[in-house]
């Protein structure tokens, strides 16, 4: 044989090897995850014969826990009636600010923003401060 042909014959075999093993390592594979599978069945099954599922069941509280509990809540509400009446003084100065930049003649957003903005500076310029604003006045 010539020296081509050697290589050719040489370059089939070599696929052939590397396909064999290529299908070799495919099916170990798929042995194992059919093995894992099988035990996986039998596992529920036998499970699902041998326990059965556990009723849910409401905890009961003791008379302490259930006064923790309803003092946690009160607490809570406290907290939540608080929140409720600043988020209603807020909602009730941001409509008093928008009405009176509405009666000085700002109608569009854009002309409202900018009219806070001179009013922000100049009231840094009051306090002498320069970027920084005390709100609180």
């Known amino acids: 044989m010539n020296k081509k042909k050697k290589k050719e014959k040489k370059k089939k075999d070599r696929e052939r090897r590397v396909k064999k093993e290529v299908l070799t390592r495919r099916d170990k594979k798929r042995q194992e995850s059919k093995y894992e599978k099988e035990l996986d069945r039998e596992v529920r099954a036998n499970r699902s014969l041998s326990e059965k599922p556990e009723p849910f069941v409401k905890p009961v509280f003791t008379v302490r826990e259930d006064a923790e509990i309803m003092s946690q809540l009160e607490h809570n509400l406290e907290r939540l009636k608080a929140l409720e009446e600043q988020y209603i003084a807020e909602e009730k100065k941001r ?43």
Not at 101 to 130: F, N, V
Request: glycine letters at 10%; a negative charge.
């Open 95 to 137: 409509v008093e600010l928008n009405d009176q930049l509405e009666e000085e003649g700002y109608s569009t957003l854009e002309e409202k923003m900018k009219a806070l903005g001179e009013k922000a500076e100049a009231i840094a310029e009051e306090q002498g401060t320069e970027g920084i604003i005390d709100w609180t006045n």
